[in-house]
């Protein structure tokens, strides 16, 4: 069974059906929401709000120790994330979705770890490929089986937010190698290392990164919804055919 982590853009309940919803505690404080036990596609599926039920959590505030810690519990096998986007290249505009293999990370005082204590000892993972190559192949046959068209790798940099970058630190970005950026993709992909849990994040571009194509004198929030919703159907079938 694989848990679905789903983002901006994941506001409805019709995601997962027969839905149960189960309130969970961890050492590290209640997830951001409760984990829903039910099905997409007919398989079965743990589906947990990053940012709330209401989107109450920016991304500096997600709990993302007792998210991770919650799934792990819950007996799921990986952790699929869903992440919506600024495209830091032309070609990574609306609606395209990337299945990303490398990160950066610009985030500053987040939990980031679950041995930050003389208690829990000092552990060090390997984090020279932080996404889970089985975990990747499966979401990208998915894609390839549907016709989808997907890019198969990409950098994700991960800005602290909640506001958007400038265009000097997309620039900046840009330099260091960043293809996509967004904001929640990080702790999570190293708490899930070092709990043994595959990761693996699918994420959907809403838009042109700061001074970049669409985006060059701004970002226009609300011609973004429309992107969100389409955006997230793609993603949500990509996820089903790969259950």
């Not at 069974?1 to 059906?17: P, Q, R």
């Not at 997600?62 to 699929?80: D, T, Y």
């Not at 499966?138 to 909640?162: D, E, F, H, W």
């Not at 993709?185 to 043994?196: I, K, S, T, V, Y």
Request: net charge negative.
């Amino acid at each position: 069974m694989l848990a679905l982590i789903g983002g901006s853009g994941f506001t409805n309940d019709d995601v997962v059906t027969d839905r149960e919803e189960v309130e969970m505690t961890t050492p590290y404080g209640a997830p951001s929401a409760p984990l829903v036990f039910g099905r997409l596609g007919g398989k079965p599926i743990v589906f947990l709000r990053r940012h709330g039920r209401s989107h109450e959590y920016a991304p500096h505030n997600v709990p993302s120790r007792a998210n991770i810690w919650a799934l792990k519990h819950a007996g799921v096998e990986g952790v699929v994330a869903a992440g919506t986007v600024g495209g830091a290249e032309l070609d990574l505009g609306p609606g395209a979705i990337c299945i990303p293999d490398q990160i950066l990370d610009y985030t500053w005082g987040r939990p980031s770890t679950y041995y930050d204590a003389p208690a829990a000892g000092v552990k060090h993972v390997d984090f020279t490929h932080p996404f889970d190559e089985a975990l990747r192949a499966r979401l990208i046959g998915a894609a390839n089986r549907l016709g989808r068209s997907v890019r198969p790798t990409g950098v994700y940099a991960c800005t602290q937010g909640p506001r958007l970058e400038t265009a000097a630190e997309v620039r900046r970005i840009v330099r260091d190698g960043g293809q996509l950026i967004g904001m929640t993709l990080m702790p999570e992909a190293a708490l899930a290392r070092e709990l043994g849990l595959p990761y693996a994040g699918i994420c959907v571009s809403v838009n042109h990164a700061a001074g970049i194509g669409d985006s060059a004198a701004g970002i226009d929030f609300e011609a973004l919804k429309g992107d969100v919703e389409r955006a997230v159907l793609d993603l949500v079938a990509i996820v089903r055919e790969a259950l």
